[in-house]
């Protein structure tokens, strides 16, 4: 028996024939790269934030292990567990209805071995219901996103500033501007994109190397402080909409100034409460 969905749906096929919601799958963002449509990407972290994201139009929402710093607190991204990553992407995976939702892996959770990352990937996807996961890292990792790849599972690479590799880098300045390492990256990204990842983050770089990476592969390249010529862009979602103050890297720009608003609203709400403004009459039963 079959659930009556409405004129265009049932239980088992709603997502093919429900007319007003088409899902953005990693074909769409491929082929958004062919015909020179930026895709735009934003993270989030819960089903209320999500809800709003995805109903104003963006294409992926990633659920970052920013997450570590944005919701948790942390100083870096290393403490967020694989438990605590997939209770973020299920509320995020409830709210989204048409963006692709990618979750990172998060930092001890497939750097050990491939059979650890196919485990870790697996599990994202079983018990969140999101429809990729990204990892951090170029060649050393290609045997685990090979693995990941080879279950079904699709892979967004992470090059250039890899805040889980943090401790070795020492500092969050632009990475790749001595000659090695931007080719370096470069390579890795041709190791990316002919091991199968269907896009790729390019963090922090100059934007002339994102612009050589973009042009010299075939995937998507999705930039944070990588310049415009790049396939698409994202930002972390708290610092566009201005709830984190003392964050201020020049590629951030600021939507709205969340952080001044809540602290007005919350301030009025107090006051009320004190004076015994709030309730009132009407807000009474
Ligand atoms: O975790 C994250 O938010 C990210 C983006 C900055 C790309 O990896």
Redesign the pocket.
């Known amino acids: 028996m079959s659930i009556w969905y409405g004129w265009n749906a049932c239980y088992f096929c709603r997502m093919s024939v429900n007319k007003e919601v088409r899902r953005i799958t990693t074909n769409t963002v491929q082929e958004m790269k062919l015909r020179g449509e930026k895709i735009s990407m934003l ?1 989030s972290y819960d089903y209320s934030m999500a809800r709003l994201v995805d109903a104003a139009g963006i294409d992926v929402i ?1 659920v ?3 997450a570590s710093n944005v919701m948790a607190g942390h100083e870096t ?1 290393l403490p967020i567990t694989l438990d605590q990553m997939i209770y973020h992407a299920q509320g995020v995976v409830r709210a989204a209805k048409r963006c692709l939702v990618v979750v ?1 892996l998060p930092f001890g959770s497939y750097q050990g071995n491939s059979k650890e990352a196919l485990n870790s990937a697996i599990r994202i996807m079983k018990e969140s219901g999101a429809h990729a996961v ?1 990892m951090e890292g170029g060649s050393e990792i290609r045997e685990s996103i090979q693995r990941i790849l080879t279950a079904g599972i699709p892979v967004m690479g ?1 090059l250039g500033l890899t ?1 889980q590799s943090i401790y070795k880098f020492g500092t969050y300045q632009v990475r790749a501007k001595e000659e090695q390492e931007a080719e370096r990256l470069l390579s890795d990204a041709k190791v990316l994109d002919e091991c199968g990842c269907f896009a790729l ?1 390019l ?1 922090k770089i100059p934007a002339t190397l994102a612009a050589q990476v973009t042009s010299s592969i075939d995937i998507p390249t999705i930039g ?1 402080g990588a310049g415009s010529d790049v396939d698409g862009q ?1 930002l ?1 979602v708290n610092d566009m909409l201005g709830y984190t103050e003392d964050f201020s890297p020049r590629f951030l720009r600021r939507y709205m100034n969340a952080g001044e608003q809540i602290h007005n609203a919350v301030s009025r709400y107090v006051s009320d409460v004190k004076s015994g403004e709030f309730p009132n009459e009407k807000e009474k039963y």
Request: proline content about 7%.
């Open positions: 993270t990633l970052g292990d920013s991204t990172d990204k992470h805040p983050v963090e944070i994202v972390v």
